[in-house]
């Protein structure tokens, strides 16, 4: 299984980016998958799931209103639209798949069976 991120790069606060993931190598569909950020010197955060049969998405509450995560079956790609940026946003975003646990608690505990590379996201 391979999860390639792209999209990351320097915004100005207020701007927009959309990243991408591409998955590939799945024997079937993860039935979650999700963002992650890590900004310097913090923990990795985070930031939004989706729950893939039927598109049920879970938010940090430091992005909901501004963010947007979203996937196309067809593709296999994981989209997370950021709206609104602010500099707090900035960090490397990493998209991560199959949780043993619900999307929502996956979320919130970090544990994934597979994760991407990242891209980082600059918003100053």
């Known amino acids: 299984v391979q999860l390639v991120e792209s999209g990351g790069g320097s915004v100005q606060a207020g701007g927009s980016l959309r990243l991408s993931c591409a998955a590939s190598g799945y024997p079937y569909r993860p039935y979650c998958m999700s963002w992650f950020r890590q900004a310097p010197e913090k923990e990795r955060e985070g930031v939004a799931a989706i729950y893939t049969f039927d598109g049920t998405a879970w938010y940090a509450d430091s992005v909901k209103g501004r963010f947007t995560i979203s996937r196309d079956g067809v593709q296999n790609v994981l989209y997370l639209q950021m709206d609104n940026l602010k500099p707090d946003d900035t960090g490397m975003y990493y998209c991560?798949?199959?949780?043993?646990?619900?999307?929502?608690?996956?979320?919130?505990?970090?544990?994934?069976?597979?994760w991407g590379q990242g891209t980082q996201v600059t918003v100053s």
């Open positions: 991560a798949a199959d949780s043993p646990y619900e999307c929502s608690e996956g979320l919130k505990r970090g544990q994934w069976n597979f």
